[in-house]
Protein backbone atom coordinates (compact mmCIF):
# COMPACT_ATOMS: atom_id res chain seq x y z
CA UNK A 1 0.00 0.00 0.00
CA UNK A 2 1.22 3.77 -0.73
CA UNK A 3 0.07 6.72 1.27
CA UNK A 4 -1.29 8.00 -1.42
CA UNK A 5 -3.97 5.17 -1.53
CA UNK A 6 -7.28 6.30 -1.21
CA UNK A 7 -8.67 4.36 2.00
CA UNK A 8 -11.45 5.83 4.61
CA UNK A 9 -12.90 4.20 7.59
CA UNK A 10 -16.49 4.11 9.47
CA UNK A 11 -16.91 2.78 13.04
CA UNK A 12 -20.37 1.30 13.38
CA UNK A 13 -22.40 0.31 16.60
CA UNK A 14 -22.61 -3.26 15.29
CA UNK A 15 -20.85 -6.53 15.63
CA UNK A 16 -17.77 -7.85 13.21
CA UNK A 17 -20.31 -10.19 11.72
CA UNK A 18 -22.75 -8.16 11.15
CA UNK A 19 -20.41 -5.64 9.32
CA UNK A 20 -18.58 -8.16 7.29
CA UNK A 21 -22.10 -9.95 5.82
CA UNK A 22 -23.31 -6.26 4.80
CA UNK A 23 -20.09 -5.71 2.83
CA UNK A 24 -20.93 -9.00 1.17
CA UNK A 25 -24.34 -7.93 0.03
CA UNK A 26 -22.58 -5.71 -2.38
CA UNK A 27 -26.12 -4.96 -4.18
CA UNK A 28 -27.35 -3.65 -0.53
CA UNK A 29 -24.94 -0.69 -0.81
CA UNK A 30 -22.94 -0.32 -4.01
CA UNK A 31 -25.13 -1.48 -6.80
CA UNK A 32 -28.19 -3.63 -7.59
CA UNK A 33 -26.92 -4.15 -11.34
CA UNK A 34 -25.05 -6.99 -10.08
CA UNK A 35 -23.64 -10.92 -11.92
CA UNK A 36 -21.82 -13.09 -10.96
CA UNK A 37 -20.96 -14.65 -7.28
CA UNK A 38 -18.73 -12.74 -4.03
CA UNK A 39 -18.99 -15.45 -1.78
CA UNK A 40 -15.75 -17.19 -1.82
CA UNK A 41 -12.15 -16.90 -2.63
CA UNK A 42 -11.56 -16.41 -6.67
CA UNK A 43 -15.33 -15.94 -7.52
CA UNK A 44 -15.63 -13.13 -10.28
CA UNK A 45 -18.16 -10.21 -10.02
CA UNK A 46 -19.27 -7.15 -11.90
CA UNK A 47 -21.09 -4.78 -10.86
CA UNK A 48 -22.78 -1.98 -13.76
CA UNK A 49 -23.55 1.90 -13.67
CA UNK A 50 -25.22 2.44 -17.07
CA UNK A 51 -22.44 1.76 -19.35
CA UNK A 52 -19.58 1.58 -16.73
CA UNK A 53 -18.64 -1.81 -15.63
CA UNK A 54 -16.32 -3.23 -12.76
CA UNK A 55 -15.14 -7.13 -12.54
CA UNK A 56 -13.44 -8.16 -9.85
CA UNK A 57 -12.07 -11.51 -8.36
CA UNK A 58 -11.79 -12.20 -4.76
CA UNK A 59 -8.78 -12.26 -3.46
CA UNK A 60 -9.16 -13.36 -0.11
CA UNK A 61 -12.00 -13.97 2.19
CA UNK A 62 -10.98 -13.96 6.23
CA UNK A 63 -14.99 -14.04 7.55
CA UNK A 64 -15.41 -10.81 9.94
CA UNK A 65 -12.16 -9.87 9.32
CA UNK A 66 -10.83 -9.30 5.84
CA UNK A 67 -11.85 -8.78 2.06
CA UNK A 68 -9.75 -8.03 -1.06
CA UNK A 69 -10.81 -7.91 -4.24
CA UNK A 70 -8.79 -7.57 -7.37
CA UNK A 71 -10.22 -5.34 -9.96
CA UNK A 72 -9.60 -7.77 -13.11
CA UNK A 73 -11.38 -5.70 -15.67
CA UNK A 74 -13.12 -1.79 -16.21
CA UNK A 75 -14.84 0.23 -17.98
CA UNK A 76 -15.29 3.92 -17.09
CA UNK A 77 -17.74 5.62 -20.77
CA UNK A 78 -17.59 8.69 -19.04
CA UNK A 79 -13.17 8.76 -18.96
CA UNK A 80 -11.85 11.08 -21.12
CA UNK A 81 -8.67 9.65 -21.92
CA UNK A 82 -7.88 5.88 -19.58
CA UNK A 83 -11.27 4.20 -19.42
CA UNK A 84 -9.87 1.03 -18.03
CA UNK A 85 -7.18 2.69 -15.38
CA UNK A 86 -8.97 0.65 -12.33
CA UNK A 87 -7.53 -2.48 -14.34
CA UNK A 88 -4.86 -4.31 -11.83
CA UNK A 89 -5.86 -1.90 -8.87
CA UNK A 90 -7.15 -3.57 -5.32
CA UNK A 91 -9.86 -3.10 -2.96
CA UNK A 92 -9.95 -3.68 0.65
CA UNK A 93 -12.05 -4.36 3.49
CA UNK A 94 -10.56 -4.63 7.38
CA UNK A 95 -12.73 -5.16 9.58
CA UNK A 96 -11.92 -5.13 13.65
CA UNK A 97 -13.57 -5.07 16.92
CA UNK A 98 -13.24 -1.88 18.90
CA UNK A 99 -14.43 -2.10 22.70
CA UNK A 100 -18.54 -2.54 21.81
CA UNK A 101 -18.17 -1.47 18.10
CA UNK A 102 -16.82 -2.36 14.59
CA UNK A 103 -14.41 -0.31 12.51
CA UNK A 104 -14.44 -0.96 9.01
CA UNK A 105 -11.43 0.25 6.89
CA UNK A 106 -11.50 0.73 3.06
CA UNK A 107 -8.69 0.84 0.87
CA UNK A 108 -8.50 1.16 -2.99
CA UNK A 109 -4.56 0.27 -3.46
CA UNK A 110 -3.88 2.14 -6.77
CA UNK A 111 -6.78 4.57 -6.61
CA UNK A 112 -4.22 7.57 -5.94
CA UNK A 113 -4.48 11.07 -7.03
CA UNK A 114 -2.21 10.82 -9.78
CA UNK A 115 -5.42 8.98 -11.48
CA UNK A 116 -7.56 10.90 -13.97
CA UNK A 117 -10.36 9.40 -12.51
CA UNK A 118 -9.15 10.29 -8.71
CA UNK A 119 -11.33 13.08 -7.88
CA UNK A 120 -14.84 11.61 -8.64
CA UNK A 121 -14.03 8.48 -7.95
CA UNK A 122 -12.50 8.80 -4.11
CA UNK A 123 -15.90 11.15 -3.73
CA UNK A 124 -17.84 8.38 -5.30
CA UNK A 125 -16.23 5.67 -2.76
CA UNK A 126 -16.97 7.79 0.28
CA UNK A 127 -20.53 8.15 -0.21
CA UNK A 128 -20.53 4.91 -0.62
CA UNK A 129 -18.69 3.40 1.97
CA UNK A 130 -19.48 6.58 4.58
CA UNK A 131 -22.91 6.79 3.46
CA UNK A 132 -24.47 3.63 1.82
CA UNK A 133 -22.52 0.92 3.46
CA UNK A 134 -22.75 2.36 7.10
CA UNK A 135 -26.80 3.05 6.62
CA UNK A 136 -27.13 -0.90 5.24
CA UNK A 137 -24.66 -2.11 8.62
CA UNK A 138 -26.24 0.15 10.97
CA UNK A 139 -29.90 -0.15 9.90
CA UNK A 140 -30.43 -3.16 7.55
CA UNK A 141 -30.58 -0.46 4.45
CA UNK A 142 -28.50 1.30 1.99
CA UNK A 143 -28.34 3.47 -0.57
CA UNK A 144 -27.14 1.83 -4.22
CA UNK A 145 -27.38 2.23 -7.41
CA UNK A 146 -30.37 0.78 -8.99
CA UNK A 147 -29.57 -0.96 -12.04
CA UNK A 148 -30.79 1.70 -14.90
CA UNK A 149 -30.10 4.64 -12.81
CA UNK A 150 -27.08 6.32 -13.95
CA UNK A 151 -25.56 9.27 -10.96
CA UNK A 152 -22.86 11.11 -10.37
CA UNK A 153 -21.80 8.34 -7.08
CA UNK A 154 -22.54 5.67 -9.55
CA UNK A 155 -19.36 6.90 -11.65
CA UNK A 156 -17.02 4.93 -9.00
Known amino acids: ?19 FIAVTDICGWWSTDFEGRANKKDDVFTVRFG ?5 MRIMELIPYRK ?5 IDSW ?10 WIGTTIMFEIADQNDKT ?3 FTHVGLMPSLDCFDVCSDAWSGYITGSLRNLIETGKGQPTTAGNQTSAAQS
Open 67 to 71: IVWRV
Open 76 to 85: KHWMKSNNTE
Open 1 to 19: MNSQDYSTSITVGKTSEET
Open 51 to 55: ETFIS
Open 103 to 105: KLH
